[in-house]
């Protein structure tokens, strides 16, 4: 099974940026769509972007513009670069793959937008 790892969540005012990380256990990470996902409390967990394993992109309509996913089949992780954040983006992020089912969740990472 494909560990995943996210790291990078924090405390941060409104306006202000986070980047996120999701390192996996293993290589064949690479060849898979990967997602970042989050799950505010009392709410179902949303997919707010996606990457393919060549790079394409898209995001939900509440982060376009704001949100940026990237990865590094090298070093087997994803990342969520989030500009411009909103108190509504409070929540725990996870990655996990986009399609195809999914992998056992990792513990996520709380992101906080609070000022």
């Known amino acids: 099974q494909v560990q995943l790892v996210e790291s990078g969540g924090g405390l941060v005012q409104p306006g202000g940026s986070l980047r996120l990380s999701c390192a996996a256990s293993k290589s064949i990470f690479s060849i898979y769509a990967m997602g970042w996902y989050r799950q505010a409390p009392g709410k179902q967990r949303e997919l707010v972007a996606g990457i393919t394993n060549t790079g394409s992109t898209n995001y939900a309509d509440s982060v376009k513009g704001r949100f940026t996913i990237s990865r590094d089949n090298a070093k087997n992780t994803v990342y969520l670069q989030m500009n411009s954040l909103k108190p509504e983006d409070t929540a725990v992020y996870y990655c996990?793959?986009?399609?195809?089912?999914?992998?056992?969740w990792g513990q996520g990472t709380q992101v906080t937008v609070s000022s």
């Open positions: 996990n793959k986009y399609n195809l089912g999914y992998w056992p």
